[in-house]
């Protein structure tokens, strides 16, 4: 079977429409109406049920589409060890990132990959950590480069790469009877616990997401319950709101940048999240992907003063 018919039957089950899998393949909805009818005669099972406009895969069904992912993961494989074999610099990789400080470490290290692998596609995909998560499970990423509350326990091959403390970032004019918080650029905070600003609102990243999960363990530790402002994803949005004194906010060590309004605080028990990387299964890596990682990891020691894991 032509290697693109795996690749139809992939998008059709995540689809679960062959409308909206036709318009994702720019196919016709009658080349896959026609495709999926020839391979349910030549098998003899039906691969799905058919539900009100929804496709709903049947046992027959689910055990194919494993055998295609199957198929392709190999055919990547095999293409990856022979592309390092032969330490060629042409290829492709679907990479996952995070939409802050992920594009941000992408603008700095892809000019020097591109410089290095100038015939090499990567092909990014921005989200926060579980739906990126959720892409490599199901073998649409090739890697993630995520941020984790926890490692352990997630059904996936991962890698740490560093880890990150959290500092709370108050108003100045909250701050008045509380040790002088720095302004930001080093790590020389004072200390101050969550309960000293318990009066105060919070501005706190969306649910769903690591770092809020750490927001929320944070407050459950110090039997908080925090009245919050708003929820946002963007750091420097938080630290903006944050300096027109509209409440407090707790962000990573590295996104607390030099403000004469904001002043940051060590809580008294070390918080911290990993930056790692996620790998699909059975990933391997080339020659580009090593480096791609490589140049990952400089910028987080480098650039953004991560601490290096053991």
Same mark, same amino acid.
């Given at each position: ?24 393949? =720019? ?11 020839? /391979? ?5 099972? +039906? ?16 055990? =194919? &589409? ?14 990856? /060890? ?6 060629? +610099? ?13 594009? $941000?470490? &992408?603008?700095?290290?892809? %000019? ?7 015939? =090499? ?23 993630? *480069? ?16 560093? /880890? ?18 720095? $302004?930001?650029?080093?790590?020389? &905070? ?22 809020? $999960? *750490?927001?929320?363990?944070? &407050?459950?530790?110090? #039997? ?12 420097? @949005? ?8 509209? #409440? ?19 809580? %008294?028990?070390?918080?911290?999240? +990993?930056?790692?990387? @996620? ?8 020659? @580009? ?7 990952? +990891? ?11 894991? %053991?």
């Amino acid at each position: 079977m032509d290697m693109k018919y795996f690749l139809y039957f992939l998008e059709i089950t995540r689809a679960k429409n062959l409308s909206r899998a036709a318009e994702r393949l =720019y196919v016709s909805q009658s080349a896959l109406s026609q495709f999926l009818a020839r /391979e349910e005669a030549e098998l003899g099972v +039906k691969l799905f049920l058919r539900r009100h406009n929804t496709l709903l895969l049947t046992p027959a069904g689910q055990r =194919y &589409f494993e055998a295609c992912q199957d198929i392709l993961d190999r055919k990547n494989c095999l293409y990856q /060890e022979l592309a390092s074999l032969e330490t060629c +610099k042409v290829g492709s990789m679907a990479v996952g990132i995070t939409p802050q400080w992920g594009c $941000e470490m &992408f603008s700095c290290i892809y %000019p020097i990959f591109q410089r290095d692998y100038p015939n =090499y596609t990567l092909k990014l995909f921005e989200d926060t950590t579980f739906p990126l998560m959720a892409m490599v499970r199901q073998k649409e990423l090739d890697l993630a *480069i995520l941020a984790f509350n926890r490692m352990d326990g997630i059904p996936l091959r991962c890698e740490a790469i560093c /880890e990150e403390r959290f500092v709370l970032a108050a108003p100045a004019a909250f701050c008045g009877r509380l040790p002088g918080g720095a $302004e930001g650029g080093g790590p020389g &905070f004072p200390v101050a616990g969550l309960g000293q600003f318990s009066s105060r609102r919070f501005i706190l990243s969306r649910r769903g997401t690591a770092i809020r $999960e *750490i927001q929320d363990e944070m &407050f459950a530790a110090n #039997g908080i319950e925090p009245s919050i402002l708003c929820e946002i994803n963007n750091f420097d @949005a938080a630290l903006r709101l944050v300096a027109e004194g509209l #409440g407090v906010s707790i962000v990573p060590l590295s996104c607390a940048r030099p403000s004469p309004q904001v002043r940051y605080f060590f809580p %008294p028990r070390p918080w911290s999240w +990993k930056i790692g990387v @996620a790998y699909r299964s059975h990933f391997v890596h080339s020659a @580009a992907s090593a480096y791609l990682l490589e140049l990952v +990891k400089l910028y987080f020691h480098e650039q953004r003063g991560a601490s290096p894991l %053991p």
